[in-house]
């Protein structure tokens, strides 16, 4: 059993140092970019759902009260 864990490890760090392609710190900070702007158009919107969807419940409970 601890042989296969320690294949499995040597197998691993083998792989992460010979055979995957690390990106350079330019396209890293593009798409750290990237990802923050989707974020944040995602977040809006979900705002803007959120409060949409708070005023026409708002409407709905007045007109029942």
């Known amino acids: 059993m601890f042989k296969k864990i320690a294949k499995y490890c040597k197998e691993s760090y083998d ?4 055979k995957v392609t690390w990106p ?3 396209e890293l900070a ?3 970019v990237l990802v923050l702007s989707a ?8 705002f803007g759902i959120n409060f949409v969807f708070e005023g026409v419940v ?8």
């Open 30 to 32: 593009s798409t750290a």
């Open 24 to 26: 350079t710190s330019k």
């Open 58 to 65: 708002t409407k709905i409970y007045e007109l029942i009260s």
């Open 39 to 46: 974020s944040i158009i995602i977040a809006l919107i979900v």
């Open 15 to 18: 792989e992460l140092v010979h």
